[in-house]
């Protein structure tokens, strides 16, 4: 199964992450918090904010594209901003 997933560092709020993985999403986590990803190494530690899992991996790309336009990036705004409220 593939998995979406968005993360947001806890070093600097303001910046989130989209990746697909076919690992387990706190499997993928712990990769990002270890600096094994060159693009979230800088702004680690990393926390889990929203996954989707997928059974087809076009469909997995698919969204994981989506999340990054400019369209998914409002989706993925709400998500942050309604995370941040209910901590």
Same mark, same amino acid.
């Given at each position: ?6 993360? +947001?560092?806890?070093?600097?709020? %303001?910046?989130?992450? @989209? ?21 979230? #190494? %800088?702004?680690?530690?990393?926390? @889990? ?7 087809? #991996? ?15 990036? +409002?989706?993925? #705004?709400? @998500? ?8």
């Amino acid at each position: 199964m593939y998995k979406v997933y968005l993360l +947001r560092s806890k070093k600097i709020a %303001s910046k989130s992450y @989209i990746g697909i993985t076919i690992k387990s999403v706190h499997e993928r986590l712990q990769e990002h918090n270890e600096g094994l990803s060159r693009y979230t #190494k %800088s702004f680690r530690p990393w926390e @889990i904010i929203y996954y989707e899992n997928f059974y087809c #991996k076009t469909c997995a790309k698919q969204r994981e594209k989506f999340l990054k336009s400019g369209f998914g990036y +409002r989706f993925r #705004k709400l @998500i942050l901003e309604s995370y941040t409220k209910l901590r």
